[in-house]
């Protein structure tokens, strides 16, 4: 197994939430948006362990789930795959006793309907997750948590407020769970929230927002410098709605740390 040596580990620990990456696709694609999520929540102070559907069969990732004993399970689902993955929702659920949670595009997509495709489903959010997961996590009221949707206990769904995060407190991510050596020997590197764009085939509009929302250029400066000079990447996948901005403001900012303007 690609984790038998986090065994020992989990057992020295309890394990706050299982992030599962359930995308199935035919050749392993870094997982972004689920590593953001999960930084968010390492900052905070909570414990988190990961799976990929890509990278190992059902039965291993519900072995493990039973092993790590976490409080919670987030799941991220595109709408291609929702169906899947409510049945694994509900195999992780039959076996063992944990609140999953579901995020992605499609929980904006269909809404409070989810609860009735899948009843297994214990909390979803709706967006963007980085402070709506540590929320939870932390144990406040779902209802009084932005991005949240929850089910009382007549059954009545909750849908809160969907709001956008200030790109400025989003932390990137450093995988720390997260095995990147079985993922092409590259960063994806994404350098703004949002987009102003109107497609009609895609969500990211509404699943990030309409507005653009760019991170700083020292902000960007930070993560390239991270993987190249600690981790010793340098092959970047960049995305960006405005290149050209982005590049004026890495340019300039990588001439002020070579001294070259002031």
């Known amino acids: 197994s690609l984790y038998r040596y986090e065994k020992k580990i989990m057992q020295k620990q309890n394990i706050d939430i299982f992030f599962i990456a359930a995308n199935r696709l035919s050749t392993p694609y870094l997982p972004v948006g689920c590593a953001f999520v999960a930084q968010a929540a390492m900052d905070a102070g909570f414990t988190y362990e990961f799976g990929d559907v890509t990278l190992e069969s059902e039965d291993t990732l519900i072995e493990r789930i039973f092993e790590a004993k976490p409080r919670y399970v987030g799941i991220s689902t595109m709408t291609l795959e929702v169906f899947r993955n409510y049945a694994l929702i509900r195999r992780i659920k039959a076996a063992y006793d944990v609140r999953v949670i579901l995020g992605g595009p499609h929980v904006l997509a269909d809404g409070a309907l989810i609860f009735e495709d899948c009843p297994e489903i214990d909390i979803a959010v709706q967006g963007e997750g980085e402070e709506a997961i540590v929320a939870i996590l932390r144990g406040d009221p779902l209802e009084k948590i932005s991005n949240v949707m929850s089910r009382k206990q007549d059954g009545e769904v909750v849908k809160n407020c969907?709001?956008?995060?200030?790109?400025?407190?989003?932390?990137?991510?450093?995988?720390?769970?997260?095995?990147?050596?079985?993922?092409?020997?590259?960063?994806?590197?994404?350098?703004?929230?949002g987009c102003v764009q109107s497609c009609i085939f895609c969500g990211a509009r509404r699943f990030l927002g309409r507005k653009w929302r760019a991170f700083s250029s020292t902000r960007m400066f930070e993560e390239f410098n991270y993987w190249y000079s600690?981790?010793?990447l340098n092959e970047f996948r960049h995305f960006?709605?405005?290149?050209?901005?982005?590049?004026?403001?890495?340019?300039?900012?990588?001439?002020?740390?070579?001294?070259?303007?002031?």
Do not use: W
Request: charged share 20%; proline share 7%; aromatic share 8%.
């Open 230 to 232: 600690v981790k010793t």
């Open 162 to 193: 969907v709001t956008y995060l200030d790109v400025d407190t989003i932390n990137f991510p450093r995988y720390h769970r997260i095995p990147l050596r079985c993922y092409p020997p590259q960063m994806s590197i994404a350098s703004s929230r």
């Open 240 to 262: 960006v709605q405005k290149l050209k901005t982005v590049k004026f403001m890495m340019c300039n900012l990588l001439q002020m740390e070579l001294g070259l303007i002031t």
